[in-house]
């Protein structure tokens, strides 16, 4: 017997996820790969931070629950405090959910819904905690398709599904009474992670607590924060109460809680980053809509999902060029798809310009 036979068996199919190394990469290359903003914080958002940052009592433990940041993001997006966890981005909130409803029942693990393509750490985690995921094929415009859905709710009775809308690497937002319809049909918890829902204009977060079951996701990391790793989950008060149980205390440290505080307590620099971003990825795609050869799928997020002619020779091509994008292509719906994340203008104009060239 040695360590491997206690492994859960699924760990040793699950991909290590490692972005794109950066360090060995040209200090100038164009970074349109990892969906962050293209926008840095500005001088007055710099000094705010370096005075939250002095105040930050570094041989303390944080406050445990993160209090002063809950309350200003429940300000912010219309909730109690109480009804908001946080975590260390929303990949640990996806942990804690899967750890809390993903014990099982009548002798089976429990079963984890949620739309394929999609964000592949819904089932990177599912797996890791020994969760059946259950993936549904979206229909061949990348949308839900509900009676699909529908019919593996009522075979399958997951105690948890996830919907990222607008979705993660398609662009598009689900339609909300489709998810609410499905929500409703569930037994168990039904999770919308509007980590985009910045730029799509809409949320379902006001119907949390009026649809049984429903959660949303949230995140600061697409509009300029990244580097704190935050995200937050909003749900009914007394959810939300049992999901603190999970968290690991001090999940969140004193330095993102500090200047996450600052940064939404001026929310008129968010507001207008994200202006900025969304107006970027429509000219962005536009942009691409003018090339040859190339399909350019609707979008509400921060991103662009093209389809091309050899998605594996256009990367490579951008890449020389010193513009990275993220490459896709898989067999299936996503073949020779990249996604390209809308940058500043001239970012945006060097990436059209060298996939001009690359196409030619």
């Given at each position: 017997?040695?360590?491997?036979?206690?492994l859960?068996?699924?760990?040793?199919?699950?991909?290590?996820?490692?972005p794109?190394?950066?360090?060995?990469?040209?200090?100038?290359?164009?970074?349109l790969?990892?969906?962050?903003?293209?926008?840095?914080?500005d001088?007055?958002?710099?000094a705010?931070?370096?005075?939250?940052?002095?105040?930050?009592a570094?041989?303390?433990?944080?406050?445990?629950?993160a209090?002063?940041?809950?309350?200003?993001?429940?300000r912010?997006?219309?909730?109690?405090?109480?009804?908001l966890?946080l975590?260390?981005?929303?990949?640990?909130?996806?942990?804690?959910?899967?750890?809390?409803?993903?014990?099982?029942?009548d002798?089976?693990p429990?079963?984890?819904?949620?739309?394929?393509?999609?964000?592949?750490?819904?089932?990177a985690?599912?797996?890791?905690?020994?969760?059946?995921?259950?993936?549904?094929?979206?229909d061949?415009?990348?949308q839900?398709?509900?009676?699909?859905?529908?019919?593996?709710i009522?075979r399958?009775?997951?105690?948890?599904?996830?919907?990222?809308?607008?979705?993660?690497?398609t662009?598009?937002?689900?339609?909300a009474?489709?998810?609410?319809?499905?929500?409703?049909a569930?037994e168990g918890?039904?999770?919308v992670?509007?980590?985009?829902?910045?730029?799509?204009?809409a949320t379902?977060?006001?119907?949390?607590?009026?649809?049984p079951?429903?959660?949303?996701?949230?995140?600061?990391?697409?509009?300029?924060?990244a580097?704190l790793?935050?995200g937050?989950?909003v749900?009914?008060a007394?959810?939300?109460?049992?999901?603190?149980?999970?968290?690991?205390?001090y999940n969140?440290n004193?330095?993102?809680?500090?200047l996450a505080c600052a940064?939404?307590?001026?929310?008129?620099?968010?507001d207008?980053?994200?202006?900025?971003?969304?107006?970027r990825?429509?000219?962005l795609?536009?942009?691409?809509?003018?090339?040859?050869?190339?399909?350019?799928?609707?979008?509400?997020a921060?991103?662009?999902?093209v389809?091309?002619?050899?998605?594996?020779?256009?990367f490579?091509?951008?890449l020389?060029?010193?513009v990275?994008?993220?490459n896709?292509?898989r067999?299936?719906p996503?073949?020779?798809c990249?996604?390209i994340?809308?940058?500043?203008?001239?970012?945006?104009?060097?990436c059209?310009?060298?996939?001009?060239?690359?196409?030619?």
């Amino acid at each position: 017997m040695s360590w491997k036979d206690h492994l859960r068996p699924a760990v040793f199919d699950l991909s290590l996820y490692r972005p794109f190394d950066y360090a060995s990469a040209p200090a100038d290359l164009i970074r349109l790969d990892a969906n962050e903003a293209a926008y840095p914080l500005d001088e007055e958002e710099t000094a705010a931070f370096q005075r939250e940052l002095a105040k930050v009592a570094f041989h303390r433990y944080p406050e445990v629950s993160a209090r002063p940041l809950r309350e200003a993001l429940a300000r912010r997006w219309g909730v109690r405090p109480e009804q908001l966890l946080l975590g260390n981005g929303s990949d640990e909130i996806i942990s804690i959910l899967v750890t809390a409803f993903g014990g099982g029942r009548d002798g089976r693990p429990a079963r984890v819904l949620f739309p394929t393509p999609t964000f592949g750490e819904y089932e990177a985690i599912a797996l890791a905690h020994g969760a059946a995921p259950l993936p549904v094929p979206l229909d061949g415009r990348f949308q839900l398709d509900e009676p699909a859905l529908g019919e593996a709710i009522r075979r399958e009775r997951p105690a948890l599904a996830f919907f990222a809308s607008p979705n993660n690497p398609t662009g598009n937002r689900f339609d909300a009474a489709s998810m609410e319809r499905l929500a409703r049909a569930m037994e168990g918890v039904c999770v919308v992670d509007e980590a985009y829902g910045d730029f799509g204009g809409a949320t379902q977060v006001p119907q949390v607590g009026e649809v049984p079951g429903l959660f949303v996701m949230r995140t600061l990391s697409k509009i300029g924060l990244a580097a704190l790793r935050l995200g937050a989950l909003v749900g009914p008060a007394d959810a939300i109460a049992e999901l603190d149980k999970v968290r690991l205390p001090y999940n969140v440290n004193a330095v993102s809680i500090a200047l996450a505080c600052a940064a939404v307590a001026n929310p008129e620099k968010l507001d207008a980053r994200i202006r900025r971003v969304a107006e970027r990825r429509r000219e962005l795609e536009a942009g691409l809509r003018e090339l040859p050869r190339v399909t350019v799928f609707p979008t509400d997020a921060n991103f662009v999902l093209v389809r091309v002619p050899d998605a594996k020779a256009v990367f490579t091509g951008l890449l020389a060029r010193g513009v990275i994008v993220r490459n896709l292509s898989r067999p299936g719906p996503l073949q020779d798809c990249l996604r390209i994340t809308a940058g500043t203008p001239e970012e945006n104009e060097a990436c059209l310009r060298s996939l001009r060239a690359v196409l030619a």
